[in-house]
């Protein structure tokens, strides 16, 4: 029996615009339609945390984008399918000259001590957020900021630990600057959730070594 193969990029995104190159209206279609896709996240399935009517969360008031530079471990997140079997997660940036932050996300696959894998990406500062709101892109595709899918919601004013979290709840992120961390610093993160709508009861705990 052949084995089934998981579909790549090139199935879903480039296959497509290329049998459609003969015409450029429909190249054009395909690719709209599959920028939208990533878009609205309607590709990467996220955990629906927050009501759908609840006001948006409140961030922070600002970020030091050079003190939140470097590496964070992931204590916990909301489940997702781009993160799916990962441990051992850990986020590093770096400010770039352009102001805009890269982004380096790294797990092990399926324990804390599995294979490694990275990913690295490009994040922009939504303006007027004072550093609180950033629209992360991982794609080779310019997409569309918008109202920014990385907003801080916590942040302790040692920068030991973050809450981070998608403005419309299917995200969320508990990071901190060890792989473990204090139940006083956990409950602060979990009050910090709880206060902006966020179920913490959804949270799945990372694995660090």
């Known amino acids: 029996m052949e084995k089934t193969r998981k579909p790549l990029l090139h199935d879903w995104l480039i296959k497509p615009l290329l049998l459609a190159k003969a015409d450029k209206v429909s190249a054009f279609t395909t690719m709209i339609v599959m920028i939208a896709c990533i878009t609205i996240s309607g590709c990467i399935v996220g955990t629906q945390g927050r009501p759908k009517n609840s006001p948006p969360p409140v961030t922070v008031p600002s970020v030091d984008l050079?003190?939140?530079?470097?590496?964070?471990?992931?204590?916990?997140?909301?489940?997702?399918?781009?993160?799916?079997?990962?441990?051992?997660?850990?986020?590093?940036?770096?400010?770039?000259?352009?102001?805009?932050?890269?982004?380096t996300n790294t797990c092990a696959h399926g324990t804390s001590s599995g294979k490694p894998r990275a990913v690295k990406g490009i994040a922009s500062v939504i303006a007027g957020s004072n550093n609180a709101k950033l629209?992360?892109?991982?794609?080779?595709?310019?997409?569309?900021?918008?109202?920014?899918?990385?907003?801080?919601?916590?942040?302790?004013?040692?920068?030991q630990t973050a809450l981070v979290g998608g403005p419309n709840g299917d995200y969320l992120w508990l990071l901190a600057r060890t792989p473990k961390i204090t139940p006083a610093q956990r409950t602060a993160l979990n009050d910090a959730a709880l206060q902006n709508g966020y179920r913490i009861d959804l949270l799945k705990d990372t694995i660090q070594p």
Do not use: M
């Open 66 to 103: 050079q003190r939140y530079g470097g590496t964070w471990y992931e204590i916990a997140r909301y489940p997702n399918s781009f993160q799916k079997k990962c441990e051992g997660v850990t986020a590093h940036y770096e400010v770039r000259a352009d102001g805009r932050v890269g982004v």
């Open 135 to 159: 629209a992360v892109n991982f794609t080779p595709i310019p997409l569309p900021k918008g109202q920014g899918n990385y907003w801080v919601l916590y942040l302790d004013s040692a920068y």
